[in-house]
């Protein structure tokens, strides 16, 4: 297993927009759907959104939904979740996960996915 690489986060005001990058293998873009989790302080880990590796199918926790999109480019091996819209309430530290399918990790079961490698995450603070 490799450690994915994430990126791309910062201090943004509410209603601003960051987008996130994951990168990983191509191995592992062709065999795993890719998740991104976020986690706040004192609080646990949530899935926040999952892409399908076998047919790009994408999907999102009700939380973000309509306000964050992702996205994969296989010609640089990288994942993205656009965020829009954002609220303080976004303000965690975002990883991301090779899955196998993208069942029972997003919302409060991304708090039971077991993954034993994962990056350093990238810090979205969202304040005004």
């Not at 987008?19 to 795993?32: D, E, K, P, V």
């Not at 004192?42 to 892409?51: L, P, T």
Request: contains cysteine; aromatic residues 10%; neutral net charge.
């Amino acid at each position: 297993q490799e450690h994915l690489v994430e990126s791309g986060g910062g201090l943004v005001q509410p209603g601003g927009s960051l987008r996130l990058s994951c990168a990983a293998s191509a191995a592992t873009l062709r065999y795993y759907g890719i998740t991104w989790f976020r986690q706040a302080p004192g609080k646990e880990r949530e899935g926040v959104s999952c892409i399908s590796s076998s047919d790009g199918n994408t999907y999102y926790a009700d939380s973000v939904k309509d306000r964050f999109t992702i996205s994969r480019d296989n010609t640089k091996n990288t994942v993205y979740l656009q965020m829009n819209s954002l609220k303080p309430e976004d303000t965690a530290v975002y990883y991301c996960a090779p899955v196998a399918i993208c069942r029972g990790v997003l919302g409060p079961d991304g708090a039971q996915f077991k993954y034993h490698y994962w990056g350093q995450g990238t810090q979205v603070t969202v304040s005004s």
